[in-house]
């Protein structure tokens, strides 16, 4: 019966010194979103940023989107966001971290986008040539649709039917 268990109790520790190999290696993606000619040092849980605004209307877009660190990057590291749509890359802008890790960066996006989902990506790298240090979690990004215009008049995109309201 002993042996029995000292075995099972071996498995479990194969399988979970196997299972840390594989994620320190981010063989499964780990850490790389956004970003495709980079790889990344260590696998760490995703840190967040801040980005604003969240959405807007097509047609009427603001022109910028700012980025801001959540959690620091190494100083003198190069901060990249982008805005993304499945492997698209809308926009993008680069900044330099600042001696304690922290960054701010407007990203101009098209006036043109068309309404769905988009991400805000954001990745840290050394400024000479290496893997990612650090890959936040991204941040959703909408365009919504326009109001649909008066009966007769024809639009470019699909557009949203006004709410009506009764009164009684």
């Not at 922290?102 to 954001?122: D, Q």
Request: charged residues 10%; aromatic residues 6%.
């Amino acid at each position: 019966m002993f042996g029995r268990k000292r075995a099972r109790a071996l498995v479990v520790i194969a399988a979970a010194a196997i299972a840390v190999a594989v994620a320190a290696t981010g063989a499964f993606g780990a850490g790389t979103a956004g970003h495709s000619t980079r790889s990344t040092s260590k696998a760490v849980a995703s840190p967040h940023f801040q980005s604003s605004p969240t959405q807007g209307q097509f047609g009427h877009l603001k022109s910028t989107i700012h980025a801001r660190s959540g959690a620091p990057c190494p100083a003198g590291d190069t901060a990249e966001v982008k805005l993304v749509q499945g492997t698209t890359t809308y926009a993008s802008a680069q900044v330099t971290a600042d001696s304690k890790g922290g960054w701010s960066v407007f990203m101009t996006i098209p006036s043109n986008l068309l309404p769905g989902k988009y991400a805000v990506t954001a990745n840290c790298f050394p400024p000479t040539p290496g893997p990612i240090i650090l890959s936040y979690k991204p941040n959703n990004f909408r365009v919504v649709a326009p109001i649909c215009p008066a009966q007769g008049t024809t639009t470019t995109v699909r557009c949203r039917v006004p709410a009506t309201t009764s009164t009684t």
